[in-house]
DNA sequence: TGATAGATTGACCCTATGTCAAGTAGTTCT
DNA sequence: AGAACTACTTGACATAGGGTCAATCTATCA
C-alpha cells in the first residue's frame, strides 16, 4: 500500500468514498461491505463513519452523487425542453432506459434495504416522489394540448407512467426476459402511445424520431 | 388442531414453522430472524436446520406453502376456466390484486434477498417463471380469438402483462400512491384493454387505432 | 511553536447465521 | 424388555459485518 505517500488534498476523501463504493456496486455482483469500499477507496473502514454517519447514510448519500455524476440536470433539461408533453413524454421514456441502467445495481441495493431500513427508504423515496411529481407536469400538459385520452386523469396517468418506468419493470424485461434496450424504449412507449394518448388533431405532424 | 396438548406429534413441525415463519412476516414490519420464527412456532433454533437446509432454503419453502395455503390452484382454475382468452385476462388482473396483496410481505423479502442469495433468487425466478409462460398462452388464446391488437406480438403482450401485473408495481401503486385495489384492478385492466386488445368483430364496428 | 482537522490503528461489543457434538424422549422393531 | 431409530433439545463455538471508542499520527495553518 503506498500508505499516504502523498496526501489526498486534492481529492475529496467523501467523494473518493462515494466513488469506489460506486465502482464495486456496479462490478460486483453483491453489496459490498464497508470494510470493501474502505480497502477500494484507500482509507481505513473508520474513516467512512467521520463522512458518513453509517452504512444507510453512504448509500443515501450515493444516489445524489450518482445523479451529479451522470449529469441527470442535462438529462432532465433535454427531457423537459421538449417542444410538446407528449415529446416530453417520449424522450422521458427514451431516457429512463439509459439512465436506469447506468443505476441499476445500485437501485437494487436501495430497494432491497427498504425492507430493513428506515433511512435508506426514505431516501429512496424522496427521489421516487420527485419523479412521480414531474411526470404529473408531463400528463398535465399533453391533457393541455388535448392530447390525453379521456379514459384518464393527468394523475392517473402520470402514477401509471411512473409506475411502468421504474426500475423494477426495467429490469425484469430487460435483464430477465431479454428485451434489449431499443426494444424496451419502442414497447414501453408503444404501450403508453396506444392506452393513454390520442391521435394528434388534423395539421399537426404525428411525433417522429428526431 | 385435535387435541394433543402434550406434544405436537400431529402437526408436522416442519409446516408449523411454516406457518408462523409467515405469521411473523405479515405481522412484522421487519424481516423475521430464525430465533424469533423458532420462538414463535416452539421449536430450538436448530430444529429449523433440521427441516431447512437454511434460511434461504426455509423462505423458498414458504413460496409452496403459502401457495397450497392460498388455495392458489383453485384461483387458477377459475382464472383458466374462463370462456373467453381475454376474460381469462381480466381474471388475470383481477386475481392477481388479491394475490399479491395477501403476498406481499413474503414477496419484498425474496426481492430482496435475491441481491445476495442464489438459492432465493432460484426459488423466486422458478415461480416467476411458471407465471410468465401462463400468460403467453393467454395472450395466445387472445390471438387466436383474433382479439389482440396486431400492434404486438402474443410474447410481447404476455410479457409486457406480466411485468405490469408484477408485486413491484401493485405495492408502488397501491402501497406508496394509494390506489385502492378496486382502482388498481380497474385502470391496470383499462390500461391492457387500450394498449393491447381490439373491439370485438360481432356487433359494433371497430375503430381503428392508426 | 502549537492548535486543529482528518486519518489511522487496534481493540471491542453486538447480532445473526451456521455448525458441531452430546444428550433426551418417544416410537417401533424384534 | 431391550435395541435402534427418529425428532428434537441444549449449549458451545466459529464467523461475518456493522457500529463504537480511545489513543495516536501528521499535515497545515496561524
Do not use: C
Request: hydrophobic share 40%; aromatic share 10%.
Amino acid at each position: 500500500m503506498s500508505s499516504s505517500s502523498s496526501h489526498y488534498g486534492d481529492i475529496d476523501t467523501r467523494q473518493r468514498i462515494l466513488a469506489e463504493a460506486w465502482d464495486l456496486l456496479e462490478e460486483k455482483g453483491s453489496e459490498p461491505t464497508l470494510a470493501e469500499i474502505a480497502e477500494k477507496a484507500d482509507v481505513s473502514r473508520q474513516a467512512i463513519y467521520l463522512h458518513f454517519s453509517d452504512r444507510s447514510g453512504l448509500f443515501v448519500a450515493l444516489v445524489d452523487y450518482v445523479d451529479v455524476s451522470l449529469g441527470s440536470e442535462k438529462l432532465r433539461s433535454y427531457v423537459f425542453g421538449a417542444p410538446t408533453g407528449v415529446e416530453t413524454l417520449r424522450r422521458w421514456v427514451e431516457t429512463m432506459s439509459w439512465y436506469t441502467r447506468k443505476i441499476d445495481r445500485m437501485t437494487q441495493v436501495l430497494e432491497a434495504g427498504q425492507y430493513n431500513d428506515e433511512a435508506l427508504t426514505a431516501g429512496w423515496r424522496n427521489r421516487m416522489n420527485r419523479r412521480q411529481a414531474l411526470l404529473l407536469g408531463v400528463t398535465e400538459r399533453i391533457a393541455g394540448e388535448g392530447r390525453l385520452a379521456n379514459d384518464w386523469t393527468p394523475a392517473e396517468a402520470a402514477d401509471l407512467v411512473y409506475t411502468i418506468t421504474m426500475p423494477g419493470p426495467w429490469r425484469e424485461l430487460t435483464r430477465e426476459i431479454g428485451w434489449t434496450e431499443d426494444q424496451y424504449k419502442e414497447r414501453i412507449w408503444k404501450l403508453l402511445e396506444l392506452s393513454m394518448l390520442t391521435v394528434p388533431l388534423q395539421g399537426e405532424p404525428s411525433v417522429e424520431i428526431v
